[in-house]
């Protein structure tokens, strides 16, 4: 068999030869993955890439990055925007479901493209960067809107952004009398540790509270450098939660779960959702039945402190919003 050629560990891999190069992928495997990320986005941080066993294709970290053909079959249940954003979009770049609180969308580019995202028709490389006009008038419609009191930062991951203009996007949000918190929903800081630099965490020093959601769906994602990346933010003050994706062969079991959990709590992350798999096109391998979901629950009530415990929720159809699985 031929041997995997030597990868740069320096930079990210962005295409099934990156993946084959580095040993992830199997080389007769890339012909039917060019299919893959001719439609969906790939890319994995050396962080990342670390992380993942080459010998298990099972591997927790792996699932969640490493493109698969079965990403091409689309389930009969499986709809383009799962989460139903279209409908409840003003403008570019906002979503407003919520009376008192909306989305913005300042770019759709992620340090990491997970193989569940149920915005992977949407997000990629190419950036979605708001432009100078576009992000004008999304101020302007916060501004017109005194209903509205938390701005959401997502997309694609805000923390993408230079710390220059990350501080620009909050501080003219901060500035609105009507809002009253922001929150950034974020994979970088276990994707991309480095990323959270001093000037960073100094654009997130608003005159409004700034909380940061961290997404991570397995305990290994917690290595020393996220640790340490998290601890910058959690020592300038900055309130830190945690959501996660119940997935199939990566967190569905009570032990998994558990050591997730427990690694937030240690690097002072509060869990606070754990979200049922939006179904979003060729994410069907992923799927763990909401009745599984609950039972996990179940069985980490009293292995774990009552404030360890996330919400698990699901997008209701239609663009209902979040509710908790019962």
Same mark, same amino acid.
């Given at each position: 068999?031929?041997?995997?050629?030597?990868?740069?560990?320096?930079? +990210?891999?962005?295409?099934?030869?990156?993946?084959?190069?580095?040993?992830?992928?199997?080389?007769?495997?890339?012909? =039917? $993955?060019?299919?893959?990320?001719?439609? &969906?986005?790939?890319? /994995?941080?050396?962080?990342?890439?670390?992380? /993942?066993?080459?010998?298990?294709?099972?591997?927790?970290?792996?699932?969640?990055?490493?493109?698969? %053909?079965?990403?091409?079959?689309?389930?009969?249940?499986?709809?383009?925007?799962?989460?139903?954003?279209?409908?409840?979009?003003?403008?570019? =770049?906002?979503?407003?479901?919520?009376?008192?609180?909306?989305?913005?969308?300042?770019?759709?580019?992620?340090?990491? &493209?997970?193989? *569940?995202?149920?915005?992977?028709?949407?997000?990629?490389?190419?950036?979605?960067?708001?432009?100078?006009?576009?992000?004008?008038?999304?101020?302007?419609?916060?501004?017109?809107?005194? !209903?509205?009191?938390?701005?959401? $930062? +997502?997309?694609?991951?805000?923390?993408?952004?230079?710390?220059?203009?990350?501080?620009? /996007?909050?501080?003219?949000? !901060?500035?609105?009398?009507?809002?009253?918190?922001?929150?950034?929903?974020?994979?970088?800081?276990?994707?991309?540790?480095?990323? /959270?630099?001093?000037?960073? %965490?100094?654009?997130? @020093?608003? +005159?409004?509270?700034?909380?940061?959601?961290?997404?991570?769906?397995?305990?290994?994602? *917690?290595?020393?450098? !996220?640790?340490?990346?998290?601890? @910058?933010?959690?020592?300038?003050?900055?309130?830190? $939660? =945690?959501?996660?994706?119940?997935?199939?062969?990566?967190?569905?079991?009570?032990?998994?779960?558990?050591?997730?959990?427990? !690694?937030?709590?240690?690097?002072?992350?509060?869990?606070?959702?754990?979200?049922?798999?939006?179904?979003?096109?060729? +994410?069907?391998?992923?799927?763990?039945?909401?009745?599984?979901?609950?039972?996990?629950?179940?069985?980490?009530?009293?292995?774990?402190?009552?404030?360890? $415990?996330?919400?698990?929720?699901?997008?209701?159809?239609?663009?209902?919003?979040?509710?908790?699985?019962?």
């Amino acid at each position: 068999m031929p041997q995997p050629i030597a990868q740069d560990q320096s930079r +990210t891999l962005r295409s099934p030869q990156d993946l084959a190069r580095a040993g992830l992928v199997a080389l007769d495997a890339v012909p =039917g $993955l060019k299919a893959v990320a001719a439609r &969906y986005a790939t890319a /994995i941080t050396p962080a990342m890439a670390s992380l /993942i066993n080459k010998e298990d294709p099972a591997d927790p970290i792996g699932l969640q990055y490493i493109p698969n %053909v079965a990403e091409l079959i689309t389930a009969p249940h499986e709809l383009e925007d799962p989460t139903a954003d279209a409908p409840f979009t003003p403008l570019k =770049g906002v979503v407003h479901r919520y009376p008192d609180r909306a989305l913005l969308k300042p770019l759709l580019a992620c340090p990491v &493209y997970c193989r *569940f995202c149920f915005r992977r028709e949407k997000v990629g490389p190419d950036g979605g960067l708001l432009s100078e006009a576009e992000l004008q008038e999304a101020f302007a419609w916060f501004e017109a809107n005194a !209903a509205i009191r938390e701005v959401i $930062l +997502t997309g694609g991951d805000p923390l993408m952004l230079s710390a220059r203009r990350l501080g620009e /996007i909050l501080g003219r949000l !901060a500035g609105m009398a009507h809002i009253e918190s922001l929150r950034i929903h974020t994979r970088v800081p276990v994707a991309d540790p480095a990323r /959270i630099t001093a000037a960073l %965490v100094a654009a997130l @020093r608003q +005159t409004k509270p700034v909380f940061i959601a961290v997404h991570a769906n397995h305990a290994r994602e *917690f290595t020393p450098d !996220a640790a340490q990346a998290v601890a @910058r933010l959690a020592d300038a003050g900055v309130p830190l $939660l =945690g959501q996660s994706v119940l997935l199939r062969g990566v967190n569905d079991d009570a032990s998994a779960m558990e050591a997730l959990l427990r !690694a937030m709590i240690r690097n002072r992350i509060k869990p606070y959702y754990l979200h049922s798999l939006d179904a979003a096109p060729g +994410t069907a391998r992923f799927q763990v039945p909401e009745v599984d979901g609950l039972a996990l629950m179940a069985a980490l009530r009293g292995r774990l402190p009552g404030h360890a $415990l996330p919400l698990f929720v699901r997008e209701t159809p239609m663009g209902g919003g979040k509710k908790p699985v019962a």
